[in-house]
């Protein structure tokens, strides 16, 4: 089993941060939760479901998802093709309030606002469509 000290390296490894400079990470009280938690949320990744479609430019479709690890890298290998760049600074708010339930210990899908949508206003609003989506956290299989 991974230790928690072999977490902190691991973290400052991806950082690229000397020991001096991670120092500062490694001593801060707020990050000790971080550490606690990493391995347990790294069991997760993060999935935006599209719920409702409609005129999207991009093509986004109902049912699609969107795949996130649980740091809130996009996943491009396991996405779709295409994901519209109007949609993704919202998803940003959600990632995070996933990322902090996860990083603190708790259920990552303790977010009570799960839902999103992307910038554009729809037709009747002087936009072309819109699309809505639901974001939840998976545990990873196997």
Same mark, same amino acid.
């Given at each position: 089993m991974v230790?928690?000290?072999?977490?902190?390296?691991?973290?400052q490894k991806r950082l690229?941060?000397?020991d001096s400079e991670f120092k500062?990470?490694?001593? /801060?009280?707020? *990050?000790?939760? &971080?550490?606690?938690?990493?391995l347990a949320a790294s069991q997760y990744r993060l999935v935006a479901e599209v719920i409702e479609s409609r005129g999207c430019h991009s093509g986004h479709t109902l049912g699609q998802k969107i795949f996130f690890d649980s740091s809130g890298n996009l996943l491009t290998r396991e996405s779709p093709e295409?994901?519209?760049s109007f949609l993704?600074?919202?998803l940003l708010l959600l990632? /995070?309030?996933? *990322?902090?339930? &996860?990083?603190?210990?708790?259920?990552p899908n303790e977010v009570v606002f799960n839902r999103t949508g992307c910038f554009d206003v729809g037709p009747a609003c002087g936009g072309w469509g819109h699309v809505v989506v639901e974001m939840t956290a998976?545990?990873?299989e196997g």
């Open positions: 230790e928690r000290e072999q977490i902190v390296r691991i973290i690229g941060l000397e500062v990470i490694k001593n /801060n009280p707020k *990050f000790q939760r &971080l550490f606690d938690n990493a295409r994901i519209c993704l600074p919202n990632i /995070n309030a996933f *990322f902090e339930n &996860l990083m603190n210990g708790r259920d998976v545990r990873k």
